[in-house]
Structures are given as C-alpha cells and as structure tokens.
C-alpha cells in the first residue's frame, strides 16, 4: 500500500536505525525474534512511524484513474499490506476505494509469504496465473511469484528484487491502467509456478 497505491510517506531508515533492524533484514521478522518486552516496544515504535507517515497521506499518481477503471470494468482487486489494519482503515477514510479482500499484517504469515494472495484468489474466485499482483518493493514481487501471478512492478528505483520475481515494470499506475485496458501476455517456463502463460483475458 505505502509506495504503490500512496506516496511513500513512513521513514523506514529512521524505523530501522530506532529498532535497530538494518537493511536488508525483514523488519517484521527481526522484531519476531526479539524478547517479549522488547519485541512490544519495537511493535510500539512501528506504529508510532506508521502514524507519523498517515500524517502525510497522498495517494500516487493515476490511483484515482485506476479505481475508477477498475469499478467501470467490475475488475475484482485486494489489498495486502504489511502495515497495521488502522493503515487500511485510514486509506478507506480518505479515498472511499472499495476492495473485495483486505489484508493487514495480522492475517500470517505476511509478506513475502504468498498466503494472502492464495486468500484473495480463493475469494475472488480466480486462480493466480490470472491475477496481477503489484508492489514496489522486493517483499511485493517475491510474493507474487510464489503465488504464481503476474508481477508488476510499480518502480521507484528503490527496490531490489530478483529479476526473475518481475514480469513487467512500470514508473507510474497510469501506465497500470494502459497495460489492463490494452492487454499483455507473458511467457513463463516450466520452473514457474502455475503453468507456462499468462493472459490479460
């Protein structure tokens, strides 16, 4: 959600310098391993960060042009972030969007785990290899490509996935509304998951 559908808005460096959680560690995962009395602050600090980056909320360039081609097309869509239910609740608020599935990091295991796109294919009634999956980050691609869907990449030039993770880029979600409307085909090999190809249709 920070970064794909809103401008980035959470300091992550500072998070990690607080926590003391550096790049590239899963910050999710470190605070996990941490002792109980520890782990509650660092989970207080994150929030703290969160709300701080609520505080700055602006959607991305092209979001409201792509919900609205979204709702005219009837074209199912979910949310999966590793943000706090009150991140969701607050995009809600702000936007009035409307998904079929919304998950927050409380639904496990997150991101990279492809557990809740597994969720949202089921209850859509789709299967993967029909589903695109959108992030910027690395944990984004990871996770789509082990739900075996199609990868985009909204690219702000931060993130590092593996190529392999990355079926398309593209710089803003206005060219996301293109690639529907227009259609696209990708090739897959026996290696990835959930069959050979993949079509817009």
């Avoid at 789709?126 to 691609?141: A, K, N, P, R």
């Amino acid at each position: 959600m920070d970064g794909t559908l809103t401008i980035p808005a959470i300091d992550f460096a500072g998070l990690r310098a607080k926590i003391n959680v550096p790049r590239p560690l899963d910050i999710l995962v470190e605070v996990s391993k941490m002792e109980a009395e520890q782990r509650d602050w660092a989970m207080k600090v994150i929030e703290e960060f969160e709300a701080d980056g609520r505080s700055r909320f602006a959607l991305q360039p092209g979001c409201k042009e792509l919900f609205s081609f979204l709702d005219d097309h009837k074209l199912p869509r979910g949310l999966l972030t590793r943000n706090n239910r009150e991140a969701i609740d607050h995009m809600l608020q702000m936007t009035g969007f409307k998904f079929d599935v919304e998950l927050a990091r409380d639904f496990l295991p997150v991101k990279p785990a492809p557990a809740g796109a597994f969720h949202f294919a089921s209850k859509v009634g789709l299967e993967t290899h029909h589903c695109i999956f959108v992030g910027d980050s690395e944990e984004d691609m990871e996770c789509g490509r082990r739900a075996g869907m199609v990868t985009v990449l909204l690219d702000h030039g931060y993130a590092k996935p593996e190529e392999d993770h990355v079926d398309i880029r593209i710089k803003s979600l206005h060219e996301l509304v293109e690639l529907i409307a227009g259609g696209f085909h990708v090739e897959r090999d026996e290696s990835w998951p959930h069959g050979r190809s993949s079509n817009s249709d």
